[in-house]
Nanobody
């Protein structure tokens, strides 16, 4: 499974941005796709996850109500719509795919390259 994340950029606080993650290869082995992020000087943390069959979603408390994860099954693509962005959302965002719904990065088998999101004040 290969994952390609894109959509990062520079946005002002309060603005919106949508990240995309396209999956290719053996996508039938995927049950969950998720987003993680790593801010400068910090460890990578969970942001959101989406069960591939639409069974459920999970969000980190810090993004609930502001971020929405969704999927376009025809394109094998997962999106992360980020609204009301804050400066503390600045990070490199990574998409990941795994076989169980989880918030723990070690449980995700496949990872894409990160895409940088910078939120300015």
């Amino acid at each position: 499974v290969q994952l390609q994340a894109y959509g990062g950029g520079l946005v002002q606080a309060g603005g919106s941005l949508r990240l995309s993650c396209a999956a290719s290869g053996r996508t039938s082995s995927i049950y969950t796709m998720g987003w993680f992020r790593q801010a400068p000087g910090k460890e990578r943390e969970f942001v959101a996850a989406f069960a591939w069959n639409g069974a459920g979603t999970r969000y980190a408390d810090s993004v609930k109500g502001r971020f929405t994860i969704s999927r376009d099954s025809a394109k094998n693509t997962v999106y992360l719509q980020m609204n009301s962005l804050k400066t503390e959302d600045t990070a490199v965002y990574y998409c990941a795919a795994g076989q169980i719904m989880a918030t723990i990065q070690a449980l995700y088998k496949y990872w894409g390259r990160g895409t940088l999101v910078t939120v300015s004040s």
